[in-house]
Each structure stands twice: as C-alpha cells, then as structure tokens.
C-alpha cells in the first residue's frame, strides 16, 4: 500500500470531472421535480445520452456534436416519459422505471458497433495566467468546457428559479397544479418543457461519462450515476446550490476510492467499489429527516376536470 | 346611472351524463352586487368558470360593455377586466404573497415594486398584508385577502367571489362586505355566489337563481324573504329536523387538557382542550376552516395518538389508541373529506363497507373475509339511508356528494356507537342529503349516542346541537347551550374578527 | 381532437384486455425494430413466439419455459403487493443476488456430507437472506422516512460486488484451479434443486412460484392484510382512518418480496445455474417489474405474464442464434412492452372522446 502515490492535485481535479456527470443530470432531474414531475428514468436517458454522444462523436469526428446529439437523444427518450406520463396518465414511477429498462436496451443494441470504438479527444481549456497558478490551477482552471457548463448550470438553474417569471411558473405548477391550472396556466405544456429539459441534461451527463471521463463505450456504463442523480435530488432538497454541494461530495468518494484502489490499499476492491453507493445510501438517510421542501405535486397525476 | 356590464344570453354547457347549465341568461350592471344564488351542484361554478374562460360554452354568448366576450382562456378574461376570487383557494402554500400575486397578474412589475404596490392597496381596502409572508402560514381570512388583493391589482370591472365568507367569522364578513361595497362604489360589479340567504340579503342589490343548471328565477333580494328565495332555490320546502327532547346521561367522552402539534407544516395545534360530552348530547364545535378542526378530528379518530390519559371514553383511557381499537371500544367517527378519507374511490361500496365495520360488524373470521355479509352491510347502508346508487358494486367514486356522504355517515351510524364524531358532515351536499343526514345524527342522540358535530356552518351546528363551542387557533372556547345563543357571540367565541381592521370607507 | 374523460368506475373489459392490446401493439413495433435492423420481421417475431412452443426443438424449449418463468413469477409476485400499496421494491435483483449468496454459503458449508436436511436449509437461508436484504430499505424507511427506490435500487451495486468478492474469494471453488465461482450443486445432491420429473423443466422453484400464486391470490381477494395493502395503494389517508398501520405494511411487503426474491436466487444458483459466479444475475429481478406490470398486479396476470416474459428470453435466444438478432433488441423488445402496458392503462380509467377542437 503506498497512500503517498496519491497526489492531491489530480485528487481534485479529477473529482470536479468525476462530479460532472452527476452534476448535470441531477441539474434536469431538479428542474422536472420542481414542476411536480417525478422521472425515475434518470438512468435511461443517461445512457442513451451516453450512446449518441458516443456515436456522433464518433461518427463527426466532434465531440460538440457528440454533445448534442447526446441532449437531443435524452430529450426525445424523455418524450415518451412526457408522453406516458402527461397524456396517458399512467403512473410516473412506473412509467420511470420503464424508462429506464427502455434506455438500458435501446443503448445496447445502438452501441453494438461501436465497443472497443475511441472517441475523439474534447480538448481541456487552456486558460492562459488562470490555468498556471499553482494548485488552483490545474485544480479548477484546466478542464474541458462541460464542467464549466455544469457550473454555470448551477448558476442559470438557481436565478431562474429564483428571480424570473419561468421560474415562478414552474414552482407554482409543482407546488399546486390546480391552482396553477385555475389561473390559466399551461400545466401539462410547462412539465412536458421540464420534462424534456431534464431529459437533455441527463443525455448531456451520460454522454460525457462516455466522451470524456471513461472515455469508451461498454453497456451499462452509467452504472447507477442516473440514480445518484436522483438521490442528489432529494439531499439537496430541491436547491441548485445544493446539488453542486453533493455533485462533489459523490466525486469526491468516486476519485478517492479509485485512487485508494489503485494504490494497492488492503480492502478488497469490491467493498471499495460499492462504497459510493452505501455513502448514498448513508447520505439519504441523514437527509430524510429534512422532508418538507418537496414540491407539493410531485408525482401527482394531473387531470384537468370540468 | 347605470350601464350594462356583462350580459349573459342562452349559455348551455353539458357534460356526459350532466348538464350544467341549460340555457342560462342574466345581465350585470356596473357597480352592483349580482347575487348567485343555488344549490350544490346547481350549476353555479360552470358558469362562473364559462365568464373566466376556464370552460368553453356548448353554446350562448356573452357581451362585456357591448362587445362580444368569449374567454378563451383565464389570460383572457383578465386583460378584459374580469377577475376571481375562488372558492378553494387558488394559492400556492409553499410560495409567499408577493409571489402568489404576482402569478395572478399578467405583467406584474419587479418584486419590490409589486410589494410596494401590494402594501398600498391592502392599506387602501382595509385588508393589511406582509407581501413576504409564506401563504401556508397565514389563517384563512387572511389567505382570502391574498387573492383579493390579486384581483384588486389588476382594476378588475367584474369581481367574482365564489362562497367568500365561508372561511370567516361573522365579524370578518362585516369587514369583507365593507370592503365589497367600497369597491362597487368605485363602479366595480361584483358576482356574488353563496348560498347562505341572509348574507345576500344584506349585501346584493340583484339575486339570479339557479337550479339544476337552469335560471329559475331574478329577484331583488331587499324586498324578498329569505324563505321565497330558499323554495326558488331548492324547489320544494323542507322539513326542518325534529329534534325531540331527551334525557341526557352519562358522561361518554371526556377530554381533558388535550395538546397536540400538527403533523402538516401548516398545520394548527391543539391547545390544552377540555370539554366532555353526555350521551344522547349533540356537541357542535364550530370555527373558521385551519383552527384546528382536522387536528382535533384526527386526535378523537385516533388517527393522531396524543396522551393516554388526554381522552376518556367511558372512563377508560383510550388516548394512545389507533383507530381500530377506538372503533372496538365504541368511538366511531366520519372525516370531512369523502373520497379518499372516509371512502377509496376506486373501491366498491362493498369493499367501503368494509373500511370501518370490520370488526364491529364482523365482517372476518380471523382475518379472512366474510364477502357476503359485507355486501348485506353495505346493502343495509344503501336501504336505510336512502343512497341512489345502482348497486353495492358501483365504485364509491361515482356517486354524486350528497349520496357518498350518506353511505358514509349510514355506515357509521349503523354500527351504534357510543360516541360518534362527524367532521363537516354536510359540506358540499345537496340541501335534501344535508337534511337526511341532520335526522340521522339527531335520531343517534336520541338512541343515547353522544355526538360531536365539527361544522363550519353554523346554522347547521345551531340546528342540531345542544350546546355550542368553537375551535380558534387550536383552542376552544367556553362551551354554552346552543340555545339562545347571538350571531355576535358565537363571532366572538370563534375569535372575533381577528385583529383584522375596517375597510376605510369613505364612499 | 382528442379529450380524455374519465370513466365514473374502471372499465372490467379493458382491465383484461389492456395487457393483450399491449402485447400486440409491441409485436408490431417490434417487426418495425426488427426491419430496421436488417431481418424479416415476421421471421423474427415467429422465432421469437412460435419455435419455442411449436418449432423443432420445442421438445427442450418448453421446459426451458418453465425454468425461466418461474423465477420471474416468485419475485413478481412478491414486488405486486407492495405495487398494490404504492411501495416500490426496484432492489429485487439485490436480493435475488443476496438469497443466492446466503443459499449457498449454507449449502456449501455442509458440503460434501449428504443429507436431505440440507437442501430445505438451504431455501430457508435463501429466503432469510432475501428478506434481509430487503429489510435494509423497509427498516430506513420505516425508522428515517428514507425513499425506498433509491435505497433499494443502490443495494442492488452493492449486491453485485458482494457477489463478485463471494466468487473470487469466500466461496471460491477450492478445487476450481483458481477459476472464479464457486462448487457446482449440480454436483453435490443433497444441495441440487433437481428437476422433480426429468426433462420437465420442473424444480422446486416452479413449485414454489406455484405456491406463491395461490398464496398470494387467497391474500389480496380474501384476507384483510390484502384488503389493507389495495387500500394503502388506492387511497393511503382512507388507509389511515381504516387502521392501517403503513409502518408495518412497509415491513410486510418489502420482507415478503424480499424473502421471494432471495428464493428465486437460490432455486436458480441451486439448480439452473448450478454455481455462485460474478455473472450469475442476469436481470430477473428488473424484468419482474416488467412481469407484475404485465400481470396487472394480479397473481393470475402475472403467473400468465411471467410465462409470456419466460417466451421471449427463450425465443429471443433462438432469434439470436438463428437469424443474428442481438440480444440488446429482446431487452428494447421487454422494455418496449412496459411503455405499450403503461400506454393502454389509460382505457381502463378514462374513455378517449373524439370532439371538436375547444379551448378550454
């Protein structure tokens, strides 16, 4: 065991890449609970996302491209959410979890021939005078431009929510769907836009665990991130600010329990590997105490009556 | 001088099964109070939903000023001036006032200014607000200003108040109505819905009058009885209930410095609560809606367990108890809301039946089922009180209000508890159920069942009870015989006007 | 343009006939997804549901049918009731994984001593381990108010890695030359889930998922514990006034899936399976969500769905040796399935109307 091969510098560098995923799909996930929208397929959409990013990628030879094929490719599975969901009424855990087992296959089967494929390399930033202070910057200044994305999605998620018209609609439309609908509101057109925004930003998340952070295409890749995702969700109760918070503290224990596993230390690599999840689980149960700031409507079905 | 303001010809809207409303015609002039009057289920939110566009007619047409009006939406009638009050607010808990308002408006200006401007108009009327409250935590009179001051922000023409004073003390309905008459002396038209005839005799200058779904009448409520307009709207006079006089006993239920927090965030608490009720006693406990009466109705069913010693029923301790063992011991109760509370919707009236009377009814054999008696409950249920229904086998959600709260008050009542507690047992029934229901709980007392009738109508609680107390702010007042008992005082015991203050009326 | 009405009772025609319609709008877009991907659709879906019941080899496939479905029946009957209470148990592949393990381990440690006492321990510690592993979400939720899905669902990592330190190491097979996975039962007979009549496709799973079927239908239709489980799912505050304690609802019906689940694990590790290795999951406990969804919840349903599930594993294999189909497009196939289900729900409840455009 050799704990000093560690190096804090690459420690935490590689903890704001290890976050980013997570960060930006639980930013969506945030935004269609908010409108009272419970999507359990997360997952699906993440590596859906994860496969057209891939294959455009690929294909284009452009990593952007590559991004929003991802975008669009999470959206249009969060179509068929929106669909079930907003038009059929059926059940959103249900129609989450079918989301999901739909996701897992529809991956697979678009990435048979592209396994053992290498993706184009995303170029890092180069800040210039930034990226060469000591520390800092190769720690936040010398990364590629999706997890200064998911930054400012912290940033554009919590004014809008906070201070413009949009924001105040979707709340309203979470917190209480009839009253919403009495005033004249859209409801179901204001979750069908959340819903596909969420949809967007878990593609985004996936495609860059497959673009930048592995970066290689395997089934199943996203391994559990969407439903990290979602259980940030609920630790940050419903708060962007807070799912950075959390988006760090899971790429934290991801990057640090690679690093222990890669420097030899003597607990079996299994019980390391499972260790993100107990910590989510750990994290879930110190946060349940704190209910009350879930949306109102969340998962509620809404049907407009008479 | 006056104009027509809104004219409303021939509107007609059905829906499977229903017609709302059949051919509907009244006009409004500017600066009065249109009174609309009718039962439940008259008709009367259909139309009203028709003027603010949230419902599309089948067919008539309204002018506004002389041009046609066709709302195609809420946005619409707005921007044309028309505004509403709804009667189950249409305000968002988690939000706070400035923010609710706000979502009224079409462009409302930046926070700060809407604050301003909130703070101004509420001075104005008489209707103080905090705009940075959390509406969760305000009391109903108050969350009723909030979406009066909505309205007011946006110079409605037309003000439609659906069932307003359901939700005040008799002093905060003088301060409403004072409020009310000066706005329709700046020229506004309000549309006053309400059943409660005193009250529109006191404020509306025109009643039109609905039943089922058609106008059957106009008239000028000042130079009416309160009994002309009760047959136009009803139909056919009823009974009132007949209450014999009976011999009180023993002391059913006794609570005694009962406390208890709310388990809701905006929730009440209950407050060192004391009052004991007799058999064959009817105890009406009234107040205005979020005083406290869900949290006292779920501390007596035992859904919310407080002290053991807070609650007596027959002298044994039975605080710390669960519902299922209550009902065992005797202490039956029926919550306010019918479908999904009192009743599954989805299920049966059979699979209802079985909700509360399982055991007292024995309706199991070790925990196995016994279909078949159930059906003959439930069938009981439906004989004896009346419930218009098809069969046992209809789903309880598809049973009109006043039939499903009849099924559900008949299958308590038919379990002859010792202590019945009802929770609004006529809320939103037709006036016919309401009666039929009234009888039952006076004919249970009569039997020797102690009753508690918590009711935020009082002229319900005036009829059936035998002594009167109310619940403000988790507290309860001094408990007097209902008997002779004053408008004003029972205002007062449900805690006056709440420190809220006058319009200043200078008109 | 269309609006939805609701109907005032769920239709009783629609509730049997949802399912079917969705089997048969998935078949068509399934020919679509087959087309597309290069095959002759109607080859495809014949494969897929003919051969394995009436082609050639049927003879071997139709207990295959069997040793498939049976799995997926026991844990789909277990993840119904909580279904029916609106408590989601989305963990049951940890817990198949876990009762597995357990099984196993209590097998194996008798081994090689021959007793028939050794394999009813064995399921007992199947279904203990399952129950277990399904206390872990029921106890946090109960005790902190802490969501089940999440807790459950991310037990389900946490049961493969078990499952990958038990093979390579703890339950290793001593004389495997350092291959990982563990002894065969195949080859130990007091601990081999045996087909009861030979190339039956038979074993005591099928007989338990049998069991649980019945159990499970006398439950909901004729005891008040079931009565109290559709209740909490319909209408959780009528619940409530009932007497229904959630608390204890949450502990019945996440044990009792679990317990399933965990007996699923064994019957498979102990007989088709035959060994605890890192791939021996291979998603039942997901494609029963599927199974109960399918089933409407309903013992029968899913007993008819679980078979159905059963076929199209068995065919898609077929599919996929014969004309090329990759396996990923049987798992879109599935997942398809679910959406159609969920879909065609609607007709139950709501009547579809055909009116002119309105704005309201």
Redesign the interface.
């Known amino acids: 065991m050799d704990l000093s091969s560690i190096n804090p510098v690459l420690l935490l560098a590689s903890l704001m890449v290890a976050a980013t995923p997570i960060l930006i799909a639980a930013l969506g996930e945030l935004v269609v609970e908010r409108s009272g929208v419970l999507n359990l397929g997360v997952e699906g959409m993440m590596i859906t996302g994860a496969i057209c990013g891939f294959a455009v990628a690929v294909e284009t030879g452009s990593p952007f491209w590559g991004f929003v094929a991802a975008a669009a490719g999470g959206a249009l599975l969060s179509l068929l959410f929106a669909l079930l969901t907003q038009f059929a009424l059926a059940n959103q855990v249900a129609s989450g979890l079918a989301l999901t087992l739909f996701g897992l296959g529809l991956s697979s089967l678009l990435g048979q021939g592209y396994v053992g494929v290498k993706p184009p390399h995303t170029a890092k930033l180069d800040i210039p005078i930034l990226g060469d202070i000591p520390f800092l910057g190769p720690v936040v200044f010398s990364h590629d431009l999706m997890v200064y994305f998911g930054l400012a999605l912290v940033a554009a998620i919590w004014a809008m929510l906070k201070y413009t018209r949009i924001g105040l609609v979707l709340r309203a439309v979470g917190e209480n769907h009839d009253a919403a609908h009495a005033l004249g509101y859209k409801v179901v057109r204001v979750r069908v836009m959340a819903i596909l925004f969420g949809g967007a930003c878990a593609g985004l998340g996936g495609a860059y665990i497959s673009l930048i952070r592995v970066p290689q295409w395997t089934e199943g890749m996203t391994a559990g991130a969407g439903w990290i995702a979602l259980a940030l969700v609920v630790f940050a109760s419903w708060k962007a600010g807070r799912v950075m918070l959390g988006a760090y503290l899971f790429g934290g224990v991801t990057v640090l329990q690679l690093n222990l596993q890669a420097a030899g230390v003597s607990i079996p690599v299994e019980y390391l590997s499972m260790s993100p999840y107990l910590i989510t689980i750990l994290v879930l149960v110190i946060m349940s105490a704190d209910r009350s700031r879930a949306p109102a409507s969340l998962g509620r079905i809404f049907h407009a009556t008479q | 001088m006056t104009k027509t303001l809104l004219r409303i010809s021939g509107l007609t809207k059905a829906y499977p099964g229903v017609i709302a409303n059949s051919d509907v015609s009244f006009e409004i002039t500017e600066g009065e109070v249109h009174a609309l009057l009718g039962e439940n289920g008259a008709g009367k939110s259909t139309l009203v939903k028709m003027i603010y566009g949230l419902v599309k007619p089948d067919s008539g047409t309204m002018t506004l000023r002389g041009a046609p009006f066709a709302p195609t939406e809420p946005r619409a009638a707005r921007a044309a001036g028309v505004a509403m009050v709804f009667q189950h607010f249409s305000l968002f808990d988690a939000l706070n006032v400035a923010e609710n308002v706000a979502l009224g408006m079409e462009n409302p200006p930046p926070m700060r200014d809407l604050a301003t401007r909130i703070r101004d108009v509420s001075e104005a009327y008489g209707l103080p607000l905090d705009p940075f409250r959390t509406v969760g935590d305000l009391s109903a009179g108050e969350r009723q200003r909030v979406e009066i001051i909505r309205c007011l922000l946006q110079d409605p023409r037309l003000l439609i108040m659906d069932e307003p004073t359901s939700v005040l003390t008799p002093q905060e309905v003088e301060i409403l109505f004072e409020t009310l008459r000066k706005l329709t002396s700046e020229g506004v038209a309000i549309l006053y819905i309400s059943h409660k005839l005193e009250e529109i005799r006191a404020l509306c200058d025109h009643a039109t009058i609905l039943r089922l779904g058609k106008n059957v009448g106009t008239c000028i409520p000042r130079d009416t009885s309160a009994r002309e307009m009760a047959e136009l709207m009803v139909g056919s006079a009823f009974e009132a209930p007949a209450r014999a006089g009976r011999e009180l006993g023993d002391v059913a239920l006794d609570v005694t410095g009962l406390s208890l927090g709310s388990p809701g965030e905006f929730g009440t608490s209950l407050r060192n609560i004391h009052f004991t009720v007799k058999k064959g006693e009817i105890l009406g406990i009234g107040g205005v809606a979020g005083n406290g009466q869900d949290e006292l109705w779920g501390a007596l069913s035992g859904e919310l367990t407080t002290d053991n010693e807070a609650i007596r029923l027959m002298g044994q301790p039975i605080g710390n108890l669960g519902p299922t063992a209550r009902r065992d011991r005797g202490l039956l109760t029926a919550p306010e809301e019918r479908l999904g509370h009192a009743a599954a919707p989805e299920m049966s009236l059979t699979e209802n039946a079985l909700l509360t009377g399982a055991k007292r009814e024995n309706l199991m054999n070790r925990g196995f089922l016994k279909w078949a008696a159930t059906e003959e409950f439930a069938k009981r249920i439906i004989k004896t009180f009346d419930v218009r229904t098809p069969g046992p086998g209809t789903a309880a959600r598809a049973l009109s209000g006043g039939n499903l709260q009849k099924f559900v008050i008949g299958r308590e009542v038919l379990q002859h508890p010792e202590v019945l507690v009802v929770n609004q047992p006529t809320w939103g029934v037709d006036a016919a159920a309401a009666a039929s229901i009234r009888q039952a709980l006076l004919d249970l007392a009569a039997n020797g069942t102690a009753v508690i009738c918590i009711s935020q109508d009082l002229d319900e609680l005036m009829e059936i009870s035998d002594r009167f107390c109310a619940l403000n702010e988790g507290r309860l007042s001094d408990i007097r015989p209902a008997q002779g008992l004053s408008v004003d005082e029972i205002g007062l015991m449900m805690g006056g006007a709440h420190g809220m203050e006058v319009a200043h009326v200078e008109a | 343009m269309l609006k939805?009405?609701?109907r005032?009772?769920?239709s009783q025609l629609w509730t049997y006939l949802t399912p079917l319609l969705a089997v048969i709008i998935t078949m068509i877009a399934g020919s679509a997804l087959f087309a597309l991907l290069g095959k002759n659709p109607i080859e495809a879906v014949a494969t897929i549901f003919w051969e394995p019941l009436f082609g050639e080899f049927s003879f071997y496939y139709r207990p295959q049918l069997l040793v498939k479905g049976a799995p997926l029946v026991l844990i789909a009957i277990g993840l119904s009731l909580g279904?029916r209470a609106g408590i989601?148990n989305?963990g049951a592949e940890g817990q198949y994984i876990i009762g597995a393990i357990t099984g196993a381990a209590v097998g194996l440690a008798f081994y090689p001593a021959e007793s028939w006492l050794i394999f009813p321990l064995m399921v007992l510690a199947g279904a203990l381990g399952g129950l277990a592993w399904a206390m872990i979400p029921a106890f946090?939720q109960v005790r902190?108010?802490?969501?089940e899905?999440?807790?459950s669902?991310?037990?389900?990592?946490?049961a493969e890695?078990?499952l990958?330190?038990m093979s390579?190491?703890l339950l290793k097979n001593p004389e495997g030359f350092g291959f990982p996975g563990s002894r065969n039962f195949q080859q130990y007979a007091s601990g081999h889930n045996a087909e009861i009549i030979t190339g039956s496709g038979m074993h005591w799973g099928v007989v338990a998922a049998l069991i649980a079927v019945i159990f499970a239908y006398i439950l909901l239709n004729?005891?008040?514990?079931g009565?109290h489980i559709?209740?909490t799912g319909?209408?959780p505050?009528?619940a409530?006034?009932?007497?229904v304690?959630p608390n204890l609802l949450i502990l019945f019906c996440l044990g009792t899936s679990g317990a399933l689940a965990g007996l699923a694990g064994l019957f498979e590790v102990s007989g088709p399976a035959g060994q605890i290795s890192i791939d021996f999951n291979v998603g039942y406990g997901?494609t029963a969500?599927?199974v109960a969804?399918l089933g409407r919840l309903h013992p029968v349903g899913i007993m008819l769905a679980g078979l159905l599930m059963a076929l199209t594993y068995i065919g898609g294999e077929i599919a996929q040796s014969n004309l090329g189909l990759?396996?990923?497009?049987?798992?879109?196939?599935?997942?398809?399935l679910?959406?159609f289900l969920?879909?065609v729900?609607?007709l139950t409840?709501?009547r579809i109307r055909f009116v002119k455009a309105?704005?309201?």
Do not use: C
Not at chain 3, 144 to 147: P, V
Not at chain 3, 222 to 225: A, D, G, K
Not at chain 3, 326 to 336: S, T
């Open positions: 939805l009405e609701k005032p009772q769920p279904f989601w989305i946090l902190f108010g802490t969501n899905i999440l807790v669902l991310m037990l389900v990592y946490v890695q078990l990958a330190s390579l190491g004729r005891h008040i514990l009565y559709r209740l319909q209408a505050r009528a409530r006034f009932a007497g304690r997901f969500i599927i969804f990759p396996a990923a497009a049987i798992q879109l196939f599935q997942g398809m679910l959406f969920l879909a729900d609607l409840n709501y309105e704005t309201a």
